[in-house]
């Protein structure tokens, strides 16, 4: 990508619906009406100016890309530390570790969430039921069977399976921060030191 625009590129980047465009119109007339320059120069200026923008733009994609890619990694690699860190607290009988910077670290207790899983059977029977958009809808049946009322239900019992999906999400290391109004300014003197096993 280059550093330094050219003045029309910098010219493109401030258009807007908002915006008077009378300017850049006037700013392209000048450009074609310029009779020390050569067609060719012009007709590459502005189509580079165009080019620039394009490929800042590919740029700022191919970079948004990795960005959220690395997002998703990172998250992954922090949930996946607070877990750990957890269960190390959890076998040493630890649930509190006071900081002093950080007020504490303390621990989320483990949580079972159940979700139900709907397999169709029978697609057809289930749509003919009245459970359908374009395709089977599991977001009707799931309310059918939460009301447990439905007129329905016997019926649809015989075309679905119902499986319980439990999910469970382990005990995490959690960062409590000090009410302090300028945490920022807070230093710690101390260095946790790990010692070397001889």
């Known amino acids: 990508m280059k550093l330094i ?36 120069q012009k007709a590459d200026y502005v189509g580079l100016s165009l080019n620039e923008l394009k490929n800042k733009i590919d740029y700022l994609s191919t970079n948004i890309k990795e960005l ?9 690699s922090l949930e996946i530390a607070k877990v750990l860190t957890a269960d190390v607290l959890i076998k040493n009988g630890v649930d509190r570790v006071d900081g002093n910077i ?18 169709i059977k029978d697609e057809n029977a289930v749509m ?31 075309y679905i399976k119902i499986e319980n999906i439990k999910t469970t999400n382990p005990a995490k290391v959690k960062i ?6 300028n945490n920022t300014s807070i230093t710690t003197d101390e260095i946790l030191q790990l010692k070397q096993a001889s």
């Open 68 to 76: 959220q890619a690395l997002k998703q990694k990172l998250n992954e």
């Open 102 to 119: 950080i007020s504490s670290l303390t621990l989320t207790k483990e949580s079972t969430t159940i979700k139900k899983k709907i397999t």
């Open 128 to 158: 003919g039921l009245g459970f359908v958009k374009f395709s089977v809808d599991e977001e009707a049946i799931s309310k059918a069977l939460e009301e447990e009322s439905s007129k329905d239900l016997k019926e649809l019992n015989k």
């Open 5 to 40: 625009n050219y003045a029309l590129q910098t010219q493109i980047e401030t258009l807007s619906e908002t915006k008077s465009q009378k300017f850049f119109k006037s700013y392209i007339q000048q450009i074609l009406e310029d009779d020390s320059k050569p067609y060719y």
């Open 176 to 181: 409590n921060t000090k009410r302090a109004v």
